[in-house]
């Protein structure tokens, strides 16, 4: 897990240089504490690189990493969980390797196969291959979005970075504002989904696609896709061995490191299905961490404290306060490199931060939910697909399961979001509260998110709709999940995220995973004898919740007026004053919750205050210190 830069001249003459690559560096340390490099290839072209050493310790194994003299030579972020099988399969063909590192198999690797390496690899990936024999560049992102990936063409030179603030370093007149991003975000909780950052003209790699340089430009195209046919004949107990098996497997595989390996664990069926399957191999010290909100109903840290203990874990629960609110945030911000709808962002920086001094890999649950439909709104497809049936009965049973569970208002509700109507927005800007607060440049954006590919011949409407979620939503986590963790030097692995599991899961009837107001059926199936009953058989779904309605009525001096009252955003032009101050009158009131606008409002004004204010040459914020912590 690292970070990487590189700059490729497309048709401009203008030399690379050692300076430039070490500036766009010196923005984001945290991503690789254990060393940093750079390398250029003539004037034409040059990498850089920072290195959290999860595999393979010794300094031969740092990056830039070339071989053939030279001839290849990569950057790159993330892991390749099958390097141990992949290596086998490459020695047997005649090749040779000097490292233990994941990194020598995958550039070796594509020396053997070139671009179609890519269906070959498990894991998780940002990279950046030069061939100085062809004067090409070969880039490339994961499946489904774990690792960044973000570029810029400017001047006839590819930009490219873990983070934006690396190609801010080249030139500051780039911090531009994305006014339609920005709206998507705070209208539609539109994330990091899109090819459009919050900055104009600087561009994120879609996942699962690869980028190609030459002196004849830029081409990108898709390497991987989500399956859209369903497995016949196949039953539910043997899908449920299979995705036992599977899962096993894909946590075997994340198990692999030379550091410490830890896991978030909550109360939920997600983490605690990886806690009690790994110690179906594992049996060695091992570390959790769980997010504690003493004295809250939704406080799971006791099941989760007692779930560890039961299986020999270390317990750590991190309290989830107020603390330095806006100071936290702030830092969050800078991380993120753009507004975001959750305030999970939160907890999860204190964990992260809190779980540095342990532990240097993180496991976690992320991607369950959209894989094997763990959100309330899919009742909507669910029922949606047994009128297709000509089951009256089975959709009014989901219905009624629905009103039951999140309430028959909130029903409605989410079947409207999902049927998205023309008229929706102009309904939910009612209902959000946020009518009349965005002025200016904001006023006249999108609502829509920028491409939403509509999945037409899936032959299950509810695999269909997981698809989307995967393509939406879940990139938006993805992308909170990555700069939460590296900003704390944390590499962050997801078992729930390998490809075979996922294109399996994808292909089985939708029945298997979602049924009367219950989700992820074949996964608590799949694990019933190795997790709790008391966890399998739960209805509740809480993630990361955190009391920011509160905090927002009790201490608006603390966490609202600092930034919402500020000269700064008074005089930004994009929120009106008035209906911010109506809108906050009413929360603190007691009258409505607007905790979920008033959040997005303050960290946008962060945002803004952070990356389009700040001069050239102005003094960065502080950044976090655990990994210096943990070594003292």
Same mark, same amino acid.
């Given at each position: 897990?690292?970070?990487?830069?590189?700059?490729?001249?497309?048709?401009?003459?203008?030399?690379?240089?050692?300076?430039?690559?070490? *500036?766009?560096?010196?923005?984001?340390?945290?991503?690789?504490?254990?060393?940093?490099?750079?390398?250029?290839?003539?004037?034409?072209?040059?990498?850089?690189?920072?290195?959290?050493?999860?595999?393979?310790?010794?300094? @031969?194994?740092?990056?830039?990493?070339?071989?053939?003299?030279?001839?290849?030579?990569?950057?790159?972020? =993330?892991?390749?969980?099958?390097?141990?099988?992949?290596?086998?399969?490459?020695?047997?063909?005649?090749?040779?390797?000097?490292?233990?590192?994941?990194?020598?198999?995958?550039?070796?690797?594509?020396?053997?196969?070139?671009?179609?390496?890519?269906?070959?690899?498990?894991?998780?990936?940002?990279?950046?291959?030069?061939?100085?024999?062809?004067?090409?560049?070969?880039?490339?992102?994961?499946?489904?979005?774990?690792?960044?990936?973000?570029?810029? &063409?400017?001047?006839?030179?590819?930009?490219?970075?873990?983070?934006?603030?690396?190609?801010?370093?080249?030139?500051?007149?780039?911090?531009?504002?994305?006014?339609?991003?920005?709206?998507?975000?705070?209208? /539609?909780? &539109?994330?990091?989904?899109?090819?459009?950052?919050?900055?104009?003209?600087?561009?994120?790699?879609?996942?699962?696609?690869?980028?190609?340089?030459?002196?004849?430009?830029?081409?990108? @195209?898709?390497?991987?896709?989500?399956?859209?046919?369903?497995?016949?004949?196949?039953?539910?107990?043997?899908?449920?061995?299979?995705?036992?098996?599977?899962?096993?497997?894909?946590?075997?595989?994340?198990?692999?490191?030379?550091?410490?390996? =830890?896991?978030?664990?909550?109360?939920?069926?997600?983490?605690?299905?990886?806690?009690?399957?790994?110690?179906?191999?594992?049996?060695?010290?091992?570390?959790?961490?769980?997010?504690?909100?003493?004295?809250? *109903?939704?406080?799971?840290?006791?099941?989760?404290?007692?779930? !560890?203990?039961?299986?020999?874990?270390?317990?750590?629960?991190?309290?989830?306060?107020?603390?330095?609110?806006?100071?936290?945030?702030?830092?969050?911000?800078?991380?993120?490199?753009?507004?975001?709808?959750?305030?999970?962002?939160?907890?999860?920086?204190?964990?992260?931060?809190?779980?540095?001094?342990?532990?240097?890999?993180?496991?976690?649950?992320?991607?369950?939910?959209?894989?094997?439909?763990?959100?309330?709104?899919?009742?909507? @497809?669910?029922?949606?697909?047994?009128?297709?049936?000509?089951?009256?009965?089975?959709?009014?049973?989901?219905?009624?399961?629905?009103?039951?569970?999140?309430?028959?208002?909130? !029903?409605?509700?989410?079947?409207?979001?999902?049927?998205?109507?023309?008229?929706?927005?102009?309904?939910?800007?009612?209902?959000?509260?946020?009518?009349?607060? #965005?002025?200016?440049?904001?006023?006249?954006?999108?609502?829509?998110?920028?491409?939403?590919?509509?999945?037409?011949?899936?032959?299950?409407?509810?695999?269909?709709?997981?698809?989307?979620?995967?393509?939406?939503?879940?990139?938006?986590?993805?992308?909170?999940?990555?700069?939460?963790?590296? !900003?704390?030097?944390?590499?962050?692995?997801?078992?729930?995220?390998?490809?075979?599991?996922? @294109?399996?899961?994808?292909?089985?009837?939708?029945?298997?995973?979602?049924?009367?107001?219950?989700?992820?059926?074949?996964?608590?199936? /799949?694990?019933?004898?190795?997790?709790?009953?008391?966890?399998?058989?739960?209805?509740?779904?809480?993630?990361?919740?955190?009391?920011?309605?509160?905090?927002?009525?009790?201490?608006?001096?603390?966490?609202? #007026?600092?930034?919402?009252?500020?000269?700064?955003?008074?005089?930004?032009?994009?929120?009106?004053?008035?209906?911010?101050? /109506?809108?906050?009158?009413?929360?603190?009131?007691?009258?409505?919750?607007?905790?979920?606008?008033?959040?997005?409002?303050?960290?946008?004004?962060?945002?803004?205050?952070?990356?389009?204010?700040?001069?050239?040459?102005?003094?960065?914020?502080?950044?976090?210190?655990?990994?210096?912590?943990?070594?003292?």
């Amino acid at each position: 897990m690292c970070g990487i830069a590189g700059i490729y001249n497309l048709y401009s003459t203008r030399p690379v240089t050692t300076g430039e690559l070490e *500036s766009m560096l010196a923005t984001m340390p945290y991503r690789g504490p254990d060393a940093h490099g750079t390398q250029r290839f003539g004037e034409r072209a040059g990498f850089g690189h920072l290195r959290l050493s999860i595999l393979d310790l010794r300094p @031969e194994s740092n990056q830039p990493f070339e071989i053939d003299g030279g001839d290849l030579v990569i950057t790159y972020n =993330g892991e390749i969980f099958n390097y141990i099988e992949l290596r086998e399969e490459l020695e047997a063909l005649g090749h040779h390797f000097r490292t233990e590192s994941d990194t020598e198999v995958l550039l070796r690797a594509y020396k053997h196969w070139g671009p179609a390496v890519m269906p070959r690899l498990n894991g998780m990936w940002a990279f950046a291959i030069y061939d100085r024999r062809q004067d090409t560049l070969f880039c490339a992102r994961d499946r489904f979005g774990i690792k960044p990936f973000n570029y810029l &063409v400017h001047q006839g030179r590819l930009l490219f970075a873990s983070e934006i603030k690396a190609i801010l370093a080249l030139d500051s007149d780039l911090a531009q504002p994305d006014y339609e991003s920005l709206s998507r975000v705070l209208r /539609a909780s &539109v994330g990091a989904r899109g090819e459009r950052t919050c900055f104009a003209n600087i561009r994120r790699l879609p996942p699962a696609h690869t980028l190609t340089a030459t002196r004849h430009g830029i081409k990108i @195209e898709r390497y991987w896709d989500y399956p859209l046919d369903t497995l016949h004949g196949v039953s539910f107990a043997d899908s449920a061995q299979r995705v036992h098996d599977l899962l096993v497997d894909s946590l075997r595989l994340r198990m692999r490191s030379d550091v410490p390996v =830890g896991l978030t664990l909550s109360g939920g069926l997600d983490s605690s299905a990886l806690a009690c399957l790994l110690r179906n191999f594992f049996y060695g010290d091992f570390d959790t961490f769980t997010a504690a909100y003493q004295g809250e *109903s939704y406080d799971e840290s006791g099941d989760a404290q007692q779930l !560890a203990e039961s299986l020999e874990m270390r317990s750590n629960l991190i309290p989830a306060t107020q603390g330095d609110f806006l100071g936290t945030l702030r830092q969050v911000v800078r991380h993120l490199e753009s507004p975001t709808h959750s305030h999970a962002v939160f907890p999860l920086w204190n964990i992260m931060r809190a779980a540095r001094r342990r532990v240097t890999v993180l496991l976690e649950g992320q991607g369950a939910d959209e894989l094997l439909a763990g959100y309330k709104s899919n009742f909507y @497809e669910a029922c949606r697909q047994q009128l297709r049936r000509g089951k009256l009965r089975q959709a009014y049973s989901e219905m009624r399961w629905a009103a039951h569970t999140v309430g028959a208002v909130n !029903a409605l509700l989410m079947a409207a979001r999902e049927a998205n109507p023309p008229f929706l927005p102009r309904v939910f800007r009612r209902l959000r509260g946020d009518g009349g607060v #965005y002025i200016g440049p904001l006023q006249h954006c999108t609502e829509r998110p920028e491409s939403e590919r509509r999945i037409l011949h899936a032959s299950d409407r509810l695999n269909a709709s997981l698809i989307r979620q995967m393509e939406g939503g879940l990139v938006d986590l993805l992308h909170y999940g990555d700069a939460m963790s590296m !900003a704390h030097s944390i590499e962050s692995r997801l078992p729930f995220l390998d490809h075979r599991l996922i @294109e399996f899961c994808l292909r089985i009837p939708g029945d298997f995973k979602y049924r009367d107001g219950l989700g992820k059926l074949v996964l608590r199936e /799949a694990v019933r004898k190795e997790v709790p009953a008391r966890i399998i058989d739960t209805r509740a779904k809480l993630g990361f919740p955190t009391p920011i309605a509160r905090w927002f009525r009790e201490r608006p001096d603390l966490t609202i #007026y600092p930034v919402l009252h500020s000269a700064a955003c008074r005089q930004r032009g994009v929120f009106a004053p008035q209906a911010i101050d /109506a809108a906050i009158a009413r929360h603190i009131a007691g009258q409505i919750d607007l905790s979920s606008n008033i959040y997005r409002w303050i960290i946008t004004e962060l945002w803004f205050q952070e990356f389009i204010d700040r001069q050239p040459g102005g003094r960065p914020l502080p950044e976090p210190t655990p990994a210096v912590a943990a070594a003292n």
